[in-house]
Protein backbone atom coordinates (compact mmCIF):
# COMPACT_ATOMS: atom_id res chain seq x y z
CA UNK A 1 0.00 0.00 0.00
CA UNK A 2 1.20 3.42 -0.54
CA UNK A 3 1.35 5.75 2.34
CA UNK A 4 2.99 8.69 0.24
CA UNK A 5 1.98 11.72 1.97
CA UNK A 6 -0.17 13.64 -0.67
CA UNK A 7 0.52 17.16 -0.20
CA UNK A 8 -2.18 19.66 -2.33
CA UNK A 9 -1.20 23.16 -3.61
CA UNK A 10 -2.60 25.55 -1.54
CA UNK A 11 -2.10 29.28 -3.00
CA UNK A 12 1.10 31.19 -1.08
CA UNK A 13 -0.25 33.25 1.92
CA UNK A 14 -0.45 37.24 0.69
CA UNK A 15 0.73 39.69 1.96
CA UNK A 16 -1.66 42.62 3.03
CA UNK A 17 -2.11 46.57 2.73
CA UNK A 18 -2.90 47.44 6.15
CA UNK A 19 -4.94 50.30 7.77
CA UNK A 20 -1.77 51.80 9.11
CA UNK A 21 -0.08 51.21 6.13
CA UNK A 22 -2.05 53.65 3.98
CA UNK A 23 -0.66 56.88 4.51
CA UNK A 24 2.69 55.74 3.64
CA UNK A 25 1.95 53.49 0.88
CA UNK A 26 1.47 54.85 -3.19
CA UNK A 27 -1.19 52.67 -4.85
CA UNK A 28 -0.10 51.98 -8.72
CA UNK A 29 -2.21 51.10 -11.19
CA UNK A 30 -2.25 51.42 -15.09
CA UNK A 31 -3.64 49.93 -18.42
CA UNK A 32 -6.46 52.65 -19.26
CA UNK A 33 -6.23 56.17 -21.65
CA UNK A 34 -3.84 58.99 -20.35
CA UNK A 35 -7.55 60.93 -19.47
CA UNK A 36 -8.86 58.07 -17.80
CA UNK A 37 -5.57 57.51 -15.47
CA UNK A 38 -5.15 61.28 -14.46
CA UNK A 39 -8.43 61.36 -13.70
CA UNK A 40 -8.29 57.89 -11.90
CA UNK A 41 -5.52 59.19 -9.86
CA UNK A 42 -7.66 62.52 -8.44
CA UNK A 43 -10.32 60.04 -7.43
CA UNK A 44 -8.35 57.67 -5.30
CA UNK A 45 -6.30 60.52 -3.93
CA UNK A 46 -9.94 62.55 -3.04
CA UNK A 47 -10.42 59.48 -0.75
CA UNK A 48 -7.13 59.75 1.37
CA UNK A 49 -4.65 57.31 -0.50
CA UNK A 50 -1.49 57.86 -2.48
CA UNK A 51 -2.38 56.51 -6.24
CA UNK A 52 -0.05 57.31 -9.25
CA UNK A 53 -0.56 55.79 -12.69
CA UNK A 54 1.74 53.62 -15.13
CA UNK A 55 3.43 54.63 -18.29
CA UNK A 56 1.98 53.77 -21.24
CA UNK A 57 3.17 50.28 -22.22
CA UNK A 58 5.40 49.68 -24.98
CA UNK A 59 7.30 47.28 -26.99
CA UNK A 60 9.91 47.49 -24.14
CA UNK A 61 6.88 46.49 -21.68
CA UNK A 62 6.28 43.08 -23.68
CA UNK A 63 9.57 41.89 -23.84
CA UNK A 64 10.33 42.27 -20.07
CA UNK A 65 6.81 40.64 -19.77
CA UNK A 66 8.18 37.43 -21.67
CA UNK A 67 11.01 37.44 -20.28
CA UNK A 68 9.73 37.28 -16.23
CA UNK A 69 6.42 35.64 -17.21
CA UNK A 70 4.77 31.86 -18.20
CA UNK A 71 5.05 30.76 -22.05
CA UNK A 72 1.75 31.03 -24.25
CA UNK A 73 0.33 34.14 -21.85
CA UNK A 74 -2.08 36.38 -24.15
CA UNK A 75 0.12 40.11 -25.39
CA UNK A 76 -2.01 42.62 -22.60
CA UNK A 77 -0.59 40.20 -19.78
CA UNK A 78 3.05 40.67 -20.75
CA UNK A 79 2.49 44.47 -21.34
CA UNK A 80 0.97 45.45 -18.25
CA UNK A 81 3.32 42.99 -16.07
CA UNK A 82 6.64 43.81 -18.06
CA UNK A 83 5.28 47.74 -17.52
CA UNK A 84 5.00 47.29 -13.95
CA UNK A 85 8.62 45.46 -13.47
CA UNK A 86 10.00 48.54 -15.36
CA UNK A 87 8.47 51.24 -13.55
CA UNK A 88 9.56 49.03 -10.48
CA UNK A 89 13.45 48.80 -11.74
CA UNK A 90 13.14 52.69 -12.24
CA UNK A 91 12.39 52.91 -8.58
CA UNK A 92 15.54 50.53 -7.60
CA UNK A 93 18.14 52.91 -5.99
CA UNK A 94 15.25 52.92 -3.13
CA UNK A 95 16.07 49.59 -2.47
CA UNK A 96 13.67 46.55 -3.02
CA UNK A 97 12.45 46.49 0.28
CA UNK A 98 11.74 49.78 0.52
CA UNK A 99 9.52 49.07 -3.04
CA UNK A 100 8.05 46.32 -1.68
CA UNK A 101 6.84 48.18 1.61
CA UNK A 102 5.95 51.26 0.01
CA UNK A 103 3.89 50.48 -3.15
CA UNK A 104 1.26 48.12 -4.21
CA UNK A 105 -0.63 47.37 -7.91
CA UNK A 106 -4.13 47.49 -8.08
CA UNK A 107 -5.60 45.14 -10.89
CA UNK A 108 -9.03 43.91 -11.72
CA UNK A 109 -9.75 40.36 -11.71
CA UNK A 110 -12.49 38.16 -12.42
CA UNK A 111 -13.08 34.56 -12.55
CA UNK A 112 -13.57 33.40 -16.21
CA UNK A 113 -12.85 31.08 -19.30
CA UNK A 114 -10.33 33.43 -20.12
CA UNK A 115 -6.37 34.22 -19.08
CA UNK A 116 -7.91 37.55 -17.24
CA UNK A 117 -8.71 35.04 -14.39
CA UNK A 118 -4.87 34.24 -13.93
CA UNK A 119 -3.27 37.77 -14.49
CA UNK A 120 -3.12 38.08 -10.68
CA UNK A 121 -1.18 35.09 -10.36
CA UNK A 122 0.85 35.59 -13.49
CA UNK A 123 1.92 38.80 -12.05
CA UNK A 124 3.19 37.58 -8.94
CA UNK A 125 5.05 35.05 -10.81
CA UNK A 126 6.67 37.63 -12.99
CA UNK A 127 7.22 39.93 -10.16
CA UNK A 128 9.35 37.02 -8.36
CA UNK A 129 11.09 36.08 -11.15
CA UNK A 130 12.50 40.16 -11.49
CA UNK A 131 13.49 40.38 -7.69
CA UNK A 132 9.97 41.55 -6.33
CA UNK A 133 8.82 38.11 -4.63
CA UNK A 134 7.28 40.23 -1.48
CA UNK A 135 5.51 43.32 -3.76
CA UNK A 136 1.98 43.67 -3.28
CA UNK A 137 -0.58 42.95 -5.76
CA UNK A 138 -4.46 44.12 -5.22
CA UNK A 139 -7.22 42.68 -7.00
CA UNK A 140 -10.42 44.16 -7.39
CA UNK A 141 -12.86 41.47 -8.71
CA UNK A 142 -14.85 42.78 -11.32
CA UNK A 143 -18.13 41.75 -9.33
CA UNK A 144 -17.88 41.63 -6.44
CA UNK A 145 -15.16 43.30 -3.72
CA UNK A 146 -11.80 43.73 -3.19
CA UNK A 147 -9.97 40.11 -2.25
CA UNK A 148 -8.39 39.71 1.00
CA UNK A 149 -4.89 40.35 -0.08
CA UNK A 150 -6.03 44.09 0.22
CA UNK A 151 -5.91 43.12 4.39
CA UNK A 152 -8.25 46.23 4.70
CA UNK A 153 -6.35 48.54 3.45
CA UNK A 154 -8.90 49.81 1.08
CA UNK A 155 -12.44 50.41 1.84
CA UNK A 156 -14.99 49.03 -0.96
CA UNK A 157 -17.45 51.69 0.08
CA UNK A 158 -20.32 53.61 -1.91
CA UNK A 159 -17.61 56.37 -2.33
CA UNK A 160 -15.17 54.28 -3.74
CA UNK A 161 -17.33 53.10 -6.40
CA UNK A 162 -18.58 56.61 -6.72
CA UNK A 163 -15.17 57.79 -7.35
CA UNK A 164 -14.15 55.22 -9.60
CA UNK A 165 -17.26 55.39 -11.87
CA UNK A 166 -16.49 59.86 -12.18
CA UNK A 167 -13.25 58.99 -13.35
CA UNK A 168 -13.88 56.60 -15.81
CA UNK A 169 -16.94 58.26 -17.27
CA UNK A 170 -15.28 61.62 -17.68
CA UNK A 171 -12.32 59.96 -18.99
CA UNK A 172 -14.50 58.78 -21.23
CA UNK A 173 -15.67 62.30 -22.34
CA UNK A 174 -12.43 63.85 -23.09
CA UNK A 175 -11.62 61.14 -25.34
CA UNK A 176 -15.00 61.25 -27.22
CA UNK A 177 -14.50 65.39 -27.41
CA UNK A 178 -10.67 64.62 -28.79
CA UNK A 179 -11.85 61.88 -31.07
CA UNK A 180 -14.93 63.86 -32.68
CA UNK A 181 -13.29 67.31 -32.98
CA UNK A 182 -9.54 67.00 -33.70
CA UNK A 183 -9.99 65.54 -37.26
CA UNK A 184 -11.92 68.87 -37.90
CA UNK A 185 -10.15 71.40 -35.72
CA UNK A 186 -8.86 74.16 -38.33
CA UNK A 187 -6.01 75.09 -35.62
CA UNK A 188 -3.89 72.09 -35.43
CA UNK A 189 -3.28 70.32 -31.58
CA UNK A 190 -5.93 73.32 -29.87
CA UNK A 191 -8.65 70.31 -29.16
CA UNK A 192 -5.41 68.62 -27.49
CA UNK A 193 -4.09 71.89 -25.92
CA UNK A 194 -8.01 72.47 -24.22
CA UNK A 195 -8.56 68.85 -23.33
CA UNK A 196 -5.03 68.96 -21.84
CA UNK A 197 -6.57 71.82 -19.48
CA UNK A 198 -9.72 70.93 -18.46
CA UNK A 199 -8.01 67.12 -17.84
CA UNK A 200 -5.92 68.84 -15.35
CA UNK A 201 -8.92 71.45 -13.74
CA UNK A 202 -11.16 68.06 -13.89
CA UNK A 203 -8.50 65.99 -11.76
CA UNK A 204 -8.32 69.15 -9.19
CA UNK A 205 -11.79 68.94 -9.06
CA UNK A 206 -12.27 65.35 -8.63
CA UNK A 207 -9.46 65.63 -5.59
CA UNK A 208 -10.80 68.22 -3.91
CA UNK A 209 -14.64 67.44 -4.29
CA UNK A 210 -15.36 70.55 -6.39
CA UNK A 211 -17.78 70.94 -8.28
CA UNK A 212 -17.16 69.21 -11.41
CA UNK A 213 -20.77 70.34 -13.29
CA UNK A 214 -19.09 73.88 -13.24
CA UNK A 215 -15.26 72.37 -14.53
CA UNK A 216 -17.75 70.95 -17.44
CA UNK A 217 -19.91 73.88 -18.26
CA UNK A 218 -16.55 76.06 -18.75
CA UNK A 219 -15.25 73.01 -21.49
CA UNK A 220 -18.50 73.18 -23.15
CA UNK A 221 -18.04 77.23 -23.61
CA UNK A 222 -14.15 76.87 -24.20
CA UNK A 223 -14.92 74.02 -26.79
CA UNK A 224 -17.29 76.36 -28.55
CA UNK A 225 -14.24 78.56 -29.43
CA UNK A 226 -12.80 76.03 -31.44
CA UNK A 227 -13.05 76.56 -35.03
CA UNK A 228 -13.92 73.00 -37.01
CA UNK A 229 -14.94 72.35 -40.82
CA UNK A 230 -17.58 69.76 -40.57
CA UNK A 231 -17.71 69.67 -44.89
CA UNK A 232 -14.57 67.92 -44.79
CA UNK A 233 -15.34 64.39 -45.80
CA UNK A 234 -13.72 61.75 -43.57
CA UNK A 235 -14.25 57.69 -42.76
CA UNK A 236 -15.71 57.23 -39.67
CA UNK A 237 -13.83 54.08 -38.02
CA UNK A 238 -14.92 52.31 -35.22
CA UNK A 239 -11.95 50.81 -33.23
CA UNK A 240 -13.21 47.37 -30.99
CA UNK A 241 -11.93 44.08 -30.06
CA UNK A 242 -10.33 42.68 -26.80
CA UNK A 243 -10.85 45.31 -24.14
CA UNK A 244 -7.01 46.29 -23.18
CA UNK A 245 -6.01 46.19 -27.01
CA UNK A 246 -8.70 48.62 -28.04
CA UNK A 247 -8.33 50.79 -25.54
CA UNK A 248 -4.34 51.41 -24.84
CA UNK A 249 -2.32 54.33 -26.71
CA UNK A 250 0.78 52.44 -27.23
CA UNK A 251 2.89 50.01 -28.85
CA UNK A 252 -0.23 47.30 -27.52
CA UNK A 253 -2.01 48.21 -30.78
CA UNK A 254 0.26 50.22 -32.48
CA UNK A 255 -0.84 53.28 -31.05
CA UNK A 256 -3.89 52.63 -34.04
CA UNK A 257 -6.50 55.27 -33.02
CA UNK A 258 -4.26 57.91 -33.61
CA UNK A 259 -2.67 56.70 -36.80
CA UNK A 260 -6.31 56.30 -38.39
CA UNK A 261 -6.56 60.02 -37.42
CA UNK A 262 -3.13 60.68 -39.21
CA UNK A 263 -4.37 58.72 -42.12
CA UNK A 264 -6.87 61.08 -42.34
CA UNK A 265 -10.46 59.00 -40.73
CA UNK A 266 -12.56 60.37 -37.77
CA UNK A 267 -12.18 57.56 -35.10
CA UNK A 268 -15.01 56.22 -32.93
CA UNK A 269 -13.33 54.46 -29.85
CA UNK A 270 -15.42 52.50 -27.20
CA UNK A 271 -15.98 54.27 -24.24
CA UNK A 272 -14.99 51.81 -20.92
CA UNK A 273 -18.60 52.84 -19.87
CA UNK A 274 -19.85 50.81 -22.12
CA UNK A 275 -18.03 47.79 -20.78
CA UNK A 276 -19.56 48.72 -17.22
CA UNK A 277 -22.58 48.38 -18.73
CA UNK A 278 -21.82 45.36 -20.26
CA UNK A 279 -20.55 44.03 -16.80
CA UNK A 280 -23.56 44.98 -15.40
CA UNK A 281 -25.65 43.68 -17.64
CA UNK A 282 -24.18 40.66 -18.04
CA UNK A 283 -24.22 39.72 -14.07
CA UNK A 284 -27.77 40.82 -13.78
CA UNK A 285 -28.77 38.27 -16.74
CA UNK A 286 -26.52 35.57 -14.37
CA UNK A 287 -28.46 36.41 -11.56
CA UNK A 288 -31.85 36.13 -12.81
CA UNK A 289 -31.00 32.55 -14.34
CA UNK A 290 -30.12 31.78 -10.78
CA UNK A 291 -33.38 32.92 -8.78
CA UNK A 292 -35.01 29.82 -9.48
CA UNK A 293 -31.72 27.81 -7.51
CA UNK A 294 -30.85 30.47 -4.73
CA UNK A 295 -33.72 32.82 -4.88
CA UNK A 296 -32.69 34.76 -1.55
CA UNK A 297 -29.04 35.38 -2.30
CA UNK A 298 -29.84 36.22 -6.38
CA UNK A 299 -32.20 38.73 -4.94
CA UNK A 300 -29.88 40.22 -3.11
CA UNK A 301 -27.31 40.45 -5.24
CA UNK A 302 -30.27 41.95 -8.22
CA UNK A 303 -30.22 44.58 -5.94
CA UNK A 304 -26.99 45.48 -5.60
CA UNK A 305 -26.14 45.09 -8.96
CA UNK A 306 -29.50 47.65 -9.96
CA UNK A 307 -28.15 50.17 -7.29
CA UNK A 308 -24.74 50.34 -9.23
CA UNK A 309 -26.44 50.81 -12.30
CA UNK A 310 -28.27 53.30 -11.23
CA UNK A 311 -25.45 55.18 -9.59
CA UNK A 312 -23.31 55.01 -13.10
CA UNK A 313 -26.27 56.16 -15.11
CA UNK A 314 -26.30 59.15 -13.10
CA UNK A 315 -22.93 60.22 -13.51
CA UNK A 316 -23.26 59.48 -17.10
CA UNK A 317 -25.96 61.21 -17.63
CA UNK A 318 -25.61 64.27 -15.39
CA UNK A 319 -22.32 64.97 -17.21
CA UNK A 320 -23.33 64.24 -20.56
CA UNK A 321 -26.42 66.82 -19.91
CA UNK A 322 -23.37 69.52 -18.55
CA UNK A 323 -21.68 68.94 -22.19
CA UNK A 324 -25.25 70.30 -23.36
CA UNK A 325 -25.71 66.27 -24.08
CA UNK A 326 -23.71 66.16 -27.33
CA UNK A 327 -21.79 63.16 -26.12
CA UNK A 328 -23.43 60.34 -27.40
CA UNK A 329 -25.87 58.06 -25.84
CA UNK A 330 -24.43 54.76 -24.38
CA UNK A 331 -25.67 51.85 -26.97
CA UNK A 332 -28.43 49.53 -25.28
CA UNK A 333 -27.19 46.36 -23.98
CA UNK A 334 -30.37 44.76 -24.79
CA UNK A 335 -29.84 45.81 -28.20
CA UNK A 336 -26.47 44.45 -28.70
CA UNK A 337 -27.23 41.07 -27.49
CA UNK A 338 -30.29 40.94 -29.91
CA UNK A 339 -27.94 41.80 -32.89
CA UNK A 340 -24.95 39.08 -31.32
CA UNK A 341 -27.05 36.43 -30.43
CA UNK A 342 -28.18 34.30 -33.78
CA UNK A 343 -24.22 34.32 -34.00
CA UNK A 344 -22.69 34.57 -30.89
CA UNK A 345 -24.49 32.75 -27.43
CA UNK A 346 -24.77 36.01 -25.20
CA UNK A 347 -24.18 33.19 -21.96
CA UNK A 348 -20.42 32.89 -22.87
CA UNK A 349 -18.93 35.61 -21.20
CA UNK A 350 -14.41 35.64 -21.07
CA UNK A 351 -13.18 38.88 -22.81
CA UNK A 352 -15.83 40.76 -25.06
CA UNK A 353 -18.07 38.04 -24.77
CA UNK A 354 -20.29 38.83 -27.59
CA UNK A 355 -20.00 42.09 -27.51
CA UNK A 356 -17.40 42.36 -30.52
CA UNK A 357 -19.97 40.80 -32.81
CA UNK A 358 -22.73 42.96 -31.68
CA UNK A 359 -20.96 45.92 -32.10
CA UNK A 360 -20.12 45.15 -35.64
CA UNK A 361 -23.49 44.50 -36.47
CA UNK A 362 -24.64 47.64 -35.07
CA UNK A 363 -21.97 49.83 -36.46
CA UNK A 364 -23.46 48.81 -40.04
CA UNK A 365 -27.52 48.37 -39.21
CA UNK A 366 -27.44 51.51 -36.84
CA UNK A 367 -25.14 53.75 -39.39
CA UNK A 368 -22.25 54.40 -36.58
CA UNK A 369 -19.52 53.63 -38.51
CA UNK A 370 -18.29 53.25 -42.16
CA UNK A 371 -15.51 50.55 -40.87
CA UNK A 372 -14.47 48.57 -38.20
CA UNK A 373 -11.52 47.39 -36.86
CA UNK A 374 -11.44 44.90 -34.47
CA UNK A 375 -8.04 44.20 -32.32
CA UNK A 376 -7.28 40.89 -31.14
CA UNK A 377 -3.71 40.57 -29.06
CA UNK A 378 -2.02 37.78 -29.68
CA UNK A 379 -3.00 34.52 -28.14
CA UNK A 380 -6.46 36.26 -26.93
CA UNK A 381 -8.99 33.11 -26.86
CA UNK A 382 -12.35 35.35 -26.61
CA UNK A 383 -11.38 37.24 -29.59
CA UNK A 384 -10.52 34.19 -31.56
CA UNK A 385 -14.10 32.73 -31.00
CA UNK A 386 -15.36 35.89 -32.21
CA UNK A 387 -13.14 35.95 -35.11
CA UNK A 388 -14.46 32.65 -36.33
CA UNK A 389 -18.36 34.15 -36.32
CA UNK A 390 -17.23 37.94 -37.65
CA UNK A 391 -16.93 35.81 -41.14
CA UNK A 392 -20.24 34.95 -41.35
CA UNK A 393 -21.48 38.17 -39.91
CA UNK A 394 -19.36 40.19 -43.25
CA UNK A 395 -21.30 37.87 -45.34
CA UNK A 396 -24.56 38.70 -44.04
CA UNK A 397 -24.03 42.54 -43.99
CA UNK A 398 -22.98 43.01 -47.65
CA UNK A 399 -22.58 46.49 -46.46
CA UNK A 400 -19.47 45.89 -43.76
CA UNK A 401 -16.01 46.99 -44.35
CA UNK A 402 -14.07 44.66 -41.59
CA UNK A 403 -10.69 44.32 -40.61
CA UNK A 404 -9.56 42.38 -38.06
CA UNK A 405 -6.29 42.62 -36.98
CA UNK A 406 -3.57 40.72 -34.55
CA UNK A 407 -1.37 42.62 -32.16
CA UNK A 408 1.61 40.77 -31.49
CA UNK A 409 4.13 43.23 -31.05
CA UNK A 410 5.86 43.10 -34.07
CA UNK A 411 3.99 42.88 -38.00
CA UNK A 412 2.80 46.56 -37.39
CA UNK A 413 3.77 47.42 -41.30
CA UNK A 414 1.58 44.02 -42.03
CA UNK A 415 -1.10 45.11 -39.91
CA UNK A 416 -0.68 48.77 -40.98
CA UNK A 417 -1.03 47.60 -44.74
CA UNK A 418 -4.47 46.13 -44.27
CA UNK A 419 -6.03 48.22 -42.47
CA UNK A 420 -4.92 51.02 -45.21
CA UNK A 421 -6.80 48.73 -47.57
CA UNK A 422 -9.67 48.56 -46.18
CA UNK A 423 -9.64 52.35 -45.38
CA UNK A 424 -9.43 53.11 -48.53
CA UNK A 425 -12.99 51.30 -49.37
CA UNK A 426 -14.19 53.47 -46.38
CA UNK A 427 -13.04 56.69 -48.09
CA UNK A 428 -15.29 55.48 -50.60
CA UNK A 429 -18.02 54.98 -49.42
CA UNK A 430 -17.77 58.00 -47.15
CA UNK A 431 -17.79 59.85 -50.18
CA UNK A 432 -20.47 58.08 -51.96
CA UNK A 433 -22.76 58.72 -48.83
CA UNK A 434 -21.96 63.09 -48.84
CA UNK A 435 -22.81 62.89 -52.54
CA UNK A 436 -25.89 61.27 -52.31
CA UNK A 437 -26.74 63.35 -49.36
CA UNK A 438 -25.73 66.47 -51.25
CA UNK A 439 -28.40 65.70 -54.31
CA UNK A 440 -30.93 64.60 -51.79
CA UNK A 441 -30.76 67.93 -50.83
CA UNK A 442 -30.42 69.75 -53.64
CA UNK A 443 -27.14 71.46 -51.60
CA UNK A 444 -24.14 72.44 -53.64
CA UNK A 445 -21.04 71.89 -51.82
CA UNK A 446 -19.57 75.44 -52.87
CA UNK A 447 -22.52 77.12 -51.26
CA UNK A 448 -22.86 74.98 -48.17
CA UNK A 449 -18.86 75.97 -48.03
CA UNK A 450 -19.47 79.70 -48.52
CA UNK A 451 -22.63 79.62 -45.86
CA UNK A 452 -20.01 77.98 -43.43
CA UNK A 453 -17.26 80.63 -43.96
CA UNK A 454 -19.68 83.72 -42.84
CA UNK A 455 -21.46 82.11 -40.35
CA UNK A 456 -19.12 81.43 -36.99
CA UNK A 457 -22.04 79.31 -35.52
CA UNK A 458 -21.75 76.36 -38.19
CA UNK A 459 -17.73 76.22 -37.41
CA UNK A 460 -18.74 75.38 -33.53
CA UNK A 461 -17.91 71.86 -32.40
CA UNK A 462 -20.58 71.33 -29.70
CA UNK A 463 -23.36 71.38 -32.95
CA UNK A 464 -25.78 68.57 -32.14
CA UNK A 465 -26.24 67.20 -35.54
CA UNK A 466 -28.79 64.43 -36.24
CA UNK A 467 -27.89 61.24 -36.64
CA UNK A 468 -29.22 60.49 -39.84
CA UNK A 469 -26.17 59.00 -41.86
CA UNK A 470 -23.53 57.47 -40.89
CA UNK A 471 -20.24 60.21 -41.49
CA UNK A 472 -19.67 63.48 -39.74
CA UNK A 473 -20.04 65.75 -42.99
CA UNK A 474 -23.43 63.62 -44.22
CA UNK A 475 -25.01 64.59 -41.07
CA UNK A 476 -23.72 68.56 -41.11
CA UNK A 477 -25.19 68.97 -44.92
CA UNK A 478 -28.77 67.50 -43.74
CA UNK A 479 -28.38 69.78 -40.42
CA UNK A 480 -27.22 73.04 -42.35
CA UNK A 481 -30.32 72.25 -45.07
CA UNK A 482 -32.58 72.07 -42.70
S1 LIG B 1 -9.73 38.66 -23.29
FE1 LIG B 1 -8.03 37.73 -24.43
S2 LIG B 1 -6.32 39.16 -24.21
FE2 LIG B 1 -7.83 39.68 -22.65
S3 LIG B 1 -7.20 38.52 -20.85
FE3 LIG B 1 -8.66 37.23 -21.93
S4 LIG B 1 -7.42 35.90 -23.28
FE4 LIG B 1 -6.13 37.62 -22.60
Not at 85 to 114: H, M, Q, S, W
Not at 352 to 370: Q, R, S, Y
Amino acid sequence: MNTTEVKHYKKPVELPLTKEEVNTTTILFGGLTLNHEHLLKGAIESLGYHADYLPVPDNQSLQKGKEYGNRGQCNPTYYTVGNLIRYLNGLKERGIKDIEKKFVFLTAAACGPCRFGMYESEYRKSLQNAGFGNFRILTFEQSDKFSETSGGGLDTNRAFYTALIKSLVLGDMLNEIGYRIRPYEEIKGETDEVIAMYREKLFMALRNGSSVREQLHGLRERLEHIKVDFLTVKPLVQIIGEFWAQTTEGDGNYKLARWLESEGAEVKLEPVSTWIDYLLWSSMLEEKEKLRIKPVKSTERMIGIFMLERLFKFYFNTYRRALGSWIQKLPSQGRLAGYASPYFDVHITGGEGHLEVGKHIMAFKDKKAHMVVSVKPFGCMPSTLSDGVQSKVTSDIPSSIFVSIETSGDAEINVKSRVQMKLYEARQKARDEFDTVLSEYGAEYNNLKNLLQNNHRLSNPMINMPHRYTGTAANFVSFMSR
